[in-house]
């Protein structure tokens, strides 16, 4: 399970060997590839569905060559690779359809912002899908879409469960318009997939807010301020994630690619819609997190406010009637009071009659 | 009656089942029908009105193909749907007008951003129509509009009173222009009685506001905190309703749509306006609860700075004074003063000018 | 006098039944005329000028069929009308030069934002007057006018004096230009004395918040702190005043209005000008008012910083010598130091000398 | 000397009589000119220099009508006018080239915000001149240019030394490219002249920064904060000096006026670029300035802690000590320890541990 | 080793006189080549490298007459000049390439903006090398590019060591397509080194956060609010040196220089994308700092809150114990508790039961 190793959040480095950072690429040629994130231990797993209207055939291959085959058929082929850490994999997928080496080298460096580039005869996108894990953190896996006349090649890190599942399902079933139409339908429908999880992702930390919103007002602590900084961060870290495909969307749409057809491009500005409410539902996000932050904090003022009252009320009771027995262990010979039969019971009484003043003052100041 | 039900408001989840999430869309292919909202146990109803200059005839209709009938009328009709959780009528009323399965897929999702889609032969509108509930809450209730050449359709979610009544009572009386002018108008008028409310919403949130003003200043609790909490949160969750409808009248005024005419235009310009002094009265509104944040806080120093003065004082008076009496509580065999005859009164004395003393200087300071 | 009754400013609902509020509107159809501000109980007052560079007629009329007289003169006319609360007169007026009825609306509506908006044969233009009042608070009037080809037609509240006399005194004088130009270069001098009143409440305020800055730094109070909030609340309503201003001015530049010749749009310009130079000195005091109030605040923080810096000297001086004067307040049968003869002022003198040393410790610490 | 005199800065008044404020303009025609400033009594200079690529003469003129004389010349004329509370002297010089009463007004009016303004003919140019004075205050002065075809006139306020100085000598000695090019060039020089100027201003603020900041980390006091405003306010007038010039600079460039050569345009690009680096300088400042106001709060912070934690150890240690003390006061019959022989020696030595043990509590928690 | 001599950053002024200030060049005429920024004392290097598909050969050469020769060659010819202290050196690089003044006086002066500026014949590029020192501060060194048909000219400040060895051993060892590809690939090269080093420092700084982190979780100190604020300011320096590097990339993208050819264009595309990357975790972390300087500020509310109640615990248990006591020790004649056998235990009985009463009291309150 990979989380967050980009370089703008902070999770302790992992000490395994495994993960190759940003730096390490500094001095080498451009073009260079080399497989820049966490290395899975699980095998390569390279599938390809044939489908077209009539009919979708499904194989998993080992050997590259075997692609060309399946590019020359008349059906639509999506070409799905699931681990990035072998690098020869990739190169002889991207030679064999004419991919330029920068292309290759953003596929396999998982740090790469979303984007769209459109290379005439293939377009590029990288885009991030969201999986929020069972301790509630939030994972980023990369997923980069090449995009053809009459094919789509994915290529995930394949970290975690395949979320492409159902539209294979979708494609073998026969279910829906999907086999009915091109490679950029399959491309919405992957990408719609992926925008689709962020919403399980974003309810899940909404559940997450209405507890710690609940703790705040309640009992808050100071595991509580490190919740709300922990969800704040992860925020900060969504954003990045989701913003820039909103632009990523919105230039497929007006972009005049003849690999995106008239028809699909109403699907594609439903995505966009969706990637927009995603946006807005974080912005909101954010916005409530600094609010509750400002609860916490002045419940922390109240709560000193709280101290000092006691303290204070404390002192001012008992600091007069300290020195009103104090008053009267004073060893003066000639002290009347002292010699009194009632001074005792009398000064008794004056202390209780003060402390009495007292509380009522308090009472009439809502201290109390 | 439904509150924020939207991923960026956090009322606590309602325990009825009877909501659907939007994550339970994921993995769904595109166009699937599913209600993602509150189900209301009210039945659907659909009406239709049928009207031109000569006169108007309304209808309530329980099977769909009937509505064919209208659209051939030379007359407009206004179907009116209120009630999305039958999801078969939603489907049947589409296919009988030819829409997008997508547009369909919106309708019942009640968790839409406000938007405007130009199909050719029709528009299709999502807004949200607000309103103050008796707790000084606000709800909030998608209205979708489906414009074409002679006909508009509205689908509300029924969850509370009628909004549109107004405007059925001026068709059916002939009041104003409506009888006179197209769908596009009609269309209008369904808008601008939806931001006609926005501003009552307003009004209401600017009473409490004002109540809550005079609150902060006067006696401040944790509760005072709280609202304004409560308010600020409902700014957000009413800029995120209202701030994209100005992009949407923006965009029927700018887009060359046939559907609208150049007549009609200078109607969607003045519903424009009133979107923009909306919003900025949404954005002075949280402006002022940012002001009256600063406010509260800072008086909860300045207590604060009150308990711990009336502490001072308390000590600095009868700390000196326990120190004398402990003096002469000492049991020195040689202690002159506690021979002398006046000695008791001399200290009783030094005391009284001591504590005035101090309780002028505490004047000075302008503690007291 | 009216003051800021908009639902962005919170004074409190004034009790006299004369203010028609914007929420009454809603239900009814658009073109429908209700006055919507505070109703004066001045009389009605309209003023035509009719002028040309030869001279310049004025006339106070009372009935609206007069009008049409004026218009068909070659000269320019300048019809001014203070009040609104006459609604069938505006409706006159409106109807006999062919006035669209959303104007009409408009213009009496006084909780309109600034806007142009260009009908071909006519402009309408709506602005705030501000005034400073004597009680430092601003006051607001909406100032509508209709630019057409040679007539000018301006509507004031008429809630306060007369903002135009110095035009009018021009008129008649002949001083200026004025005479010799068309209606595009009055309706510039009505917008121009508007903006040039802004300066006049802006230095009134500028004046204000040099005596709070003063207040702020030597003696802050409660008061301080309200004043400051007061300030920053009118810098908001100024702000949504003026701001949209900018755009409607810049606007009637550059566009393509028949009715503006290219002579006056140098003296738009200019007005241009001063509405930025409005606008940057309103954000500047924003800025100022919201460093003021980090000064107050850091200001509570110092103070409860010296309130517990006395506290701390008291106790820390006034405990250890509490503490020895009970030592020798003990009843133990052998304590030889009771039984010495320069006990006593032993005792004294160890005092004596803890305190300075206590003393010199806090001068150290530059606490005293 | 002229300090801030702008709305926007809160300088007390100056109690001389010799500023005209902007809102005793209101109500005048546009084009009255009004001295708006500091009056100098400095007398007013014109100075005019007569160049071209041969030689350069230089005059002092009094009457203006010899203006005529110079710009008949075939050379390039500089005219600089140092001192503006001569009104008709600029009035003259304005009829006599033909200038726009506005833009004379604007040149008068010494509250303008900088712009660039296209006339045909001449080009009208306000900035602002910016100062560190002695005393580490910023002052501005106004300056207006005009540029003709073969003319350039310059207005400075005269309030302090001629920043010109540098650039009148190397017209005179023929140093660098400046005579063999034309007016646009000149004005170019100028410019640059103002904009070098307001490095020199940054890189003095930028070193009382540099000490500010030392007193902030080692002995911050009420002062050190109001220095920090102070600056923050010097950057807020500086903002608004400045930032306005970029557009200005950035509009003659693109700009299609016959009067600027497109070889000058080169040098206007880097007088642009210097203006955008004194605008990047000035907002790092203000956040380097808002990090010191930070660092200055919480050192407040930090200090009430200190002063709490020194009471709390007194009153921690002091406090059962002083029970103890009392404990063997009272005066009961019955109490064994007060006859043992050694009690008085096992209460002290009880005592020293007591102490010593609360001594190791508050060094565990690092308070000591 | 030079850090941050820029006006924007507070370091202590560097005592030694070889820095030349920006402030230095004021009254200069454009085009007066100084060197600002500090000296070196290394010689200057110029190296030149003489390429093609077929070879390429490396000489360091002594006078500048030389270059022409390798001017006249068909291959690239690549001239780095590290160290900028000779001004007479790079007048006359520039002198026989044609460069403009304006040009090598922006080569001279570094204190510049990122910039790209296009003279027709050649492009003008300067860009910042940034480079994590061992103490973890970051220093800078100002990298100016001049593009030309079949040449580069690059000037580095010579500070450090030499960023751009590995782009020289590959054209030597003719690794990557670089000796096959045009000067404005290798322009592309050099960009690309620099950009990569940027992934570099952000690491390092990556890593320093997240010891920051834990620091401000378990034990912050005030050292830790210096090291935040410090990181804070390093950001503000980051920013402002990477921001507009942005523009310039994108810049020269869209330009349409033929200097760059369209094959060249994706990579420039490619670092754009680095770029907006290194930009986008710049924003991260200067976001992630502002939390951890909001948790700071709350540890250090919440510290103060522990004293306080550490005083008011001592306090509320010790003071009515010390009542009591004193109680006790008051000499009235007739007080029976005195005489009484079991007096003395009830009431140390009596004290016990009190004491534990406050502590469950505080218990029940979480306060201990």
Redesign the interface.
Known sequence: MKKNR?????Q??TTTPTVT???E????????LIHIGEKSDREIKVTVIDYNADGAEQKEISAINECFYFMDASAISWINVEGLHEVELVQQLGDCQGI?P?VL??ILNT???P?A?DFGNYLFIVLKMLRATDDSEISTEQVSLIIGENFVISFQEGLEGDAFN?IRE?IKGG????RSMGADYLA??LI??VV??Y??A??KI??E??EL??EV?TSPT?ET??KI?RL??TM??LR?AVWPLREVISGLERRDSHLISQETI??F??VY?HT??VI??IE??R??LS?M?????????????E??????I???I??????I???????????P?????W??PA?LLLMAVLSAWMVLFFRRKK?L
């Open positions: 980009h370089p703008g959040n902070h302790p480095p950072k940003r730096s690429k500094a001095g080498l040629p451009p073009g260079t330029h920068l080298e953003d740090e790469q912002r984007k580039e159902p979708r279910k829906g318009r999907i919405y429908s719609d997939a689709d999880d919403f399980v974003l309810e909404g559940e807010m209405e919103e609940a007002v100071r301020q490190q900084h704040k961060r900060i870290f990045k109403v699907y500005r439903d819609d927009v409410q807005d539902t909101t996000y916005d409530i609010g932050l400002d609860i916490h904090l002045s419940s922390l003022s109240n709560r000193t406010n101290v000092m009252k006691v303290l204070t404390i002192a001012t008992f600091m007069p009637l300290t020195f027995v104090g008053l009267y262990g004073m060893n003066f010979k000639y002290m009071e002292l010699e009194w039969h001074g005792y000064v201290w």
